[in-house]
């Protein structure tokens, strides 16, 4: 939800960020998921501490689908299951789906 003020926080640290760039760039990966939803937040991950999760929207990306460029270069649709987080008893992750016309 803010990058900035989360600098100090677990999954936003400079070293974090820049190391999880340099995976992806290593491995010419390409993030389907932000290429299929490209604007806006793209959260996957709200805190179980938080009851109003969903008015406040203060989530996080922590789940990512990369795929290898010739296989990114195929079709593809993702989508993160926001809805199941408000499930009763859920994970603090949703699921994300990437399907691939292979």
Do not use: C, M, N
Request: charged residues 25%; without cysteine.
């Amino acid at each position: 939800w803010s990058h900035k003020q989360l600098l100090k926080i677990v999954s936003h640290t400079p070293i974090e960020v820049d190391h999880l760039a340099a995976a992806q760039e290593a491995g010419d990966w390409v993030d389907v998921t932000r290429a299929d939803i490209p604007d806006g937040p793209l959260y996957s991950w709200w805190s179980y501490r938080s009851a109003e999760w969903d008015t406040a929207d203060k989530g996080r990306r922590l789940d990512h689908v990369w795929a290898t460029s010739d296989i990114a270069s195929a079709g593809h649709s993702s989508r993160v299951l926001r809805d199941v987080r408000g499930w009763e008893k859920p994970s603090d992750h949703a699921p994300v789906f990437a399907t691939f016309d292979l």
